[in-house]
């Protein structure tokens, strides 16, 4: 069994396997690695061609590729390889479908995109959101939302290095779906990257989870009271532990968001 992680714009994160454990064994290393999300079985060819695809991107890149993806690609050496694009490859297999809010309710409900979600410090674009929202103390889920909506038309959906890494993730993200045999899910997913106003949707349904799970922890380390708070130490968070509750309950009342 090889696990492994990637990410569409610098190629491979990490790579870890096991060898010689039973089926049972199997499933407690899946429960333990995949409790918050949903672990998605691929067959070896795949792995292989992702493999192959992700490492040339990690030399281009200069991203410094991990020991462990050497030793366990050593183990597909009798898999074949495809020779040619791994996106015409890919988008040869995929299907496209007529999207609808059903589906797309059905797509963002499914844990596969339980882990979805920006982080302070990883996007410029989503660190002004949250900048604006503690310097104007916004704690009125409406005016929450409007700043999202004037941010993403304004600084989301305009940027086409953005929207090119996201339509990357979400064509792998579709492939996957797809060798699972999730193939509605895997159409609406591949889909979503032609039509934009379900995309810009998708993207605003990003960004509240973003939120969502910012002012969490940002409330973990107030009720924790660490003496040397990343928070604390920030002259652009300015709200205080009332404020913070309120607005985590505003956004899981209105957002139907909740922790696990």
């Given at each position: 069994?090889?696990?492994?992680?990637?990410?569409?714009?610098?190629?491979?994160?990490?790579?870890?396997?096991?060898?010689?454990?039973?089926?049972?064994?199997?499933?407690?290393?899946?429960?333990?690695?995949f409790?918050?999300?949903?672990?998605?079985?691929?067959?070896?060819?795949?792995?292989?061609?992702?493999?192959?695809?992700?490492?040339?991107?990690?030399?281009?890149?200069?991203?410094?590729?991990?020991?462990?993806?050497?030793?366990?690609?050593?183990?597909l050496?009798?898999?074949?390889?495809?020779?040619?694009?791994?996106?015409?490859?890919?988008?040869?297999?995929?299907?496209?479908?007529?999207?609808?809010?059903?589906?797309?309710?059905?797509?963002?409900?499914?844990?596969i995109?339980?882990?979805?979600?920006?982080?302070?410090?990883?996007?410029?674009?989503?660190?002004?959101?949250?900048?604006?929202?503690e310097?104007?103390?916004?704690?009125?889920?409406?005016?929450?939302?409007?700043?999202?909506?004037?941010?993403?038309?304004?600084?989301?959906?305009?940027?086409?290095?953005?929207?090119?890494?996201?339509?990357?993730?979400?064509?792998?993200?579709?492939?996957?779906?797809?060798?699972?045999?999730?193939?509605?899910?895997?159409?609406?997913?591949?889909?979503?990257?032609?039509?934009?106003?379900?995309?810009?949707?998708?993207?605003?349904?990003?960004?509240?989870?973003?939120?969502?799970?910012?002012?969490?922890?940002?409330?973990?380390?107030?009720?924790?009271?660490?003496?040397?708070?990343?928070?604390?130490?920030?002259?652009?968070?300015?709200?205080?532990?009332?404020?913070?509750?309120?607005?985590?309950?505003?956004?899981?009342?209105?957002?139907?968001?909740e922790?696990?």
């Amino acid at each position: 069994m090889i696990l492994t992680t990637i990410n569409v714009n610098t190629g491979i994160n990490s790579t870890i396997g096991f060898v010689d454990i039973d089926e049972l064994e199997v499933l407690k290393i899946l429960s333990r690695l995949f409790n918050s999300t949903q672990c998605i079985k691929i067959n070896a060819i795949a792995l292989k061609s992702l493999f192959e695809h992700f490492m040339e991107l990690n030399f281009k890149t200069n991203t410094m590729l991990p020991y462990e993806t050497f030793v366990w690609k050593k183990y597909l050496d009798d898999v074949r390889v495809i020779n040619f694009s791994m996106h015409k490859f890919i988008n040869a297999k995929l299907d496209v479908t007529e999207i609808t809010p059903k589906k797309i309710v059905n797509m963002l409900s499914s844990k596969i995109f339980d882990s979805w979600f920006y982080t302070q410090g990883q996007m410029k674009e989503f660190d002004e959101i949250l900048e604006e929202i503690e310097n104007k103390k916004l704690t009125k889920i409406d005016d929450i939302e409007n700043l999202i909506k004037e941010v993403v038309c304004k600084s989301f959906i305009t940027n086409e290095k953005y929207l090119k890494n996201l339509c990357d993730s979400l064509l792998l993200q579709s492939y996957i779906l797809h060798l699972s045999n999730r193939k509605i899910m895997s159409a609406t997913v591949n889909s979503l990257r032609f039509n934009k106003t379900y995309l810009v949707l998708f993207i605003v349904s990003i960004i509240k989870k973003s939120i969502w799970q910012y002012f969490i922890q940002r409330n973990i380390d107030l009720i924790e009271n660490k003496s040397e708070n990343i928070f604390k130490n920030n002259k652009n968070n300015v709200l205080e532990e009332k404020e913070i509750e309120k607005i985590i309950e505003s956004i899981e009342k209105e957002w139907k968001l909740e922790t696990e």
